[in-house]
């Protein structure tokens, strides 16, 4: 009966004081001559009852501290923690309720701690609860190595490049006595995504509009022709970056000042030309020859794929994605070769290249050309006589993106930005060269 009464006393004391509930076993024994292992047995037992209660609980300020949730952004990283948390427990409710967004970040590391409190429930009785204290840092995803993003994005494009034309041509495809003329078309050095000097803006749409207005100009021009078949040269610094890690750069790594990031730059880019891919592919079938440069070579064999997968079943629709990266194509006596030009620069060894690059063509035709970029201005040069050939001309092409702040420096300037395009017959070669200037206001 003592031992009742002592242990009734022993509970109603730890009740009035709650924050024996916790330490200080060996004082509370020493008062009701007991045992550390008595009192910190009747603790638990309390605690436990207490905890059954957790959710009906109501607390006062001065007992439980308030939530708080801290939040720190930096360019690459994002830190998140929230102190003082009954219903923050986890990794997946840090996420949840600070709203991180996934798709940009990703889990550096995470860290947890816990700690409890006695408060009071409405009938005053003591009662604990297990408080969080969650932080997490994270980094900034690479899209680039986020292979289920770029996945999901590319489905997406696709869709809706499927949902925007006809997979059947809308030209009459029956042969015609009039003989046909092939047009080759050319935006080469787009540069998109790059940042021109001030009075020459350069935004994603308006890198557009030059590319749809050349293409519409140069179509409208070629009108005296019956064109029955189109190549549409891509790439060529399409792109004006490459990389975004550690910065905005080429390839080779060369700093670029860019309007948009790298991703941005490559999802739009990509839209843009399977649009003007089935633009084009209503006048006449089409042989997209994609051109890798040195502002973009890695991202545009990446957009090559792609392409390659959009008009895999296509038959009036062809990608050559293949390397290396000087591609040609033969059309009746002549053969159409094309290169970015930064590698091969010694014209000496060119006509030797092409007669073994292409040595199973090259008896077989008369007319041979190679057209490249990189240079931005408009240059044609004749070659030494080759025998079979009667000559090899190499044309460099302009380009209508904007002059940036480092050629405006170094006084590379371009003083008109035009897009190119050429007729040619099967037989006699090259018939006409037209040109899209793009206007002096824009």
């Known amino acids: 009966m003592e031992r009742n009464n002592k242990n009734d006393k022993l509970r109603s004391y730890l009740l009035k004081n709650p924050e024996k509930l916790r330490g200080d076993y060996a004082y509370t024994a020493k008062m009701f001559d007991s045992t550390y292992e008595a009192v910190r047995m009747q603790a638990r037992k309390l605690r436990a009852a207490f905890d059954d209660n957790i959710k009906a609980a109501s607390y006062s300020s001065d007992e439980v501290p308030e939530e708080k949730v801290i939040t720190n952004e930096k360019k690459d990283s994002l830190l998140v923690s929230v102190e003082n948390s009954s219903r923050v427990k986890s990794l997946d409710d840090l996420i949840n309720n600070c ?52 996945k999901d994005d590319l489905k997406q494009d696709l869709f809706e490049a499927f949902q925007s034309y006809a997979l059947k041509p809308t030209y009459n495809t029956d042969k015609e006595e009039s003989e046909g003329y092939l047009l080759e078309v050319g935006a080469y050095d787009l540069h998109l995504g790059k940042l021109g000097i001030t009075g020459d803006d350069y935004s994603l749409d308006v890198a557009r509009d ?12 070629a009108r005296g022709f019956r064109i029955e078949e189109v190549v549409f040269v891509v790439g060529n610094d399409f792109l004006n970056i490459d990389r975004a890690n550690p910065f905005n750069s080429t390839t080779a790594g060369t700093p670029q000042s860019n309007t948009v990031s790298a991703y ?20 006449a079938p089409v042989r997209v020859v994609v051109v890798p440069g040195n502002h973009d070579e ?145």
């Open 298 to 442: 890695e991202s545009m064999l990446h957009m090559g794929d792609a392409l390659e997968a959009l008009y895999e079943n296509t038959p009036h629709i062809t990608v050559d994605n293949s390397r290396p990266l000087m591609k040609g194509y033969k059309y009746g006596e002549c053969l159409l070769i094309f290169d970015h030009g930064n590698k091969l620069r010694n014209y000496k060894n060119l006509a030797s290249v092409i007669s073994q690059r292409f040595r199973d063509v090259w008896s077989s035709v008369r007319h041979i050309e190679v057209h490249r970029g990189h240079l931005h201005s408009l240059k044609t040069s004749y070659m030494g006589q080759v025998e079979e050939l009667n000559g090899i001309a190499v044309r460099h092409l302009g380009s209508m993106s904007p002059t940036d702040q480092w050629h405006d420096d170094s006084g590379y300037l371009s003083t008109v930005k035009r897009a190119h395009a050429f007729v040619w017959h099967k037989e006699h070669g090259m018939q006409c060269e037209y040109y899209y200037n793009v206007p002096v206001s824009e």
């Open 264 to 283: 941005e730059a490559y999802r739009y880019g990509r839209k843009l030309l399977v649009e003007a891919i089935n633009l084009l592919s209503e006048r």
């Open 210 to 221: 030059r590319l749809f207005s050349a293409i519409h100009s140069l179509f409208h021009r």
């Open 99 to 150: 709203n991180v967004d996934l798709s940009t970040w990703e889990v550096d590391w995470f860290d947890i701690g816990t700690y409890e409190v006695t408060g009071f429930d409405n009938d005053r009785k003591p009662v604990t609860v297990t408080m969080y204290r969650t932080k997490a840092k994270f980094k900034k995803i690479d899209i680039w190595k986020n292979l289920a993003q770029l």
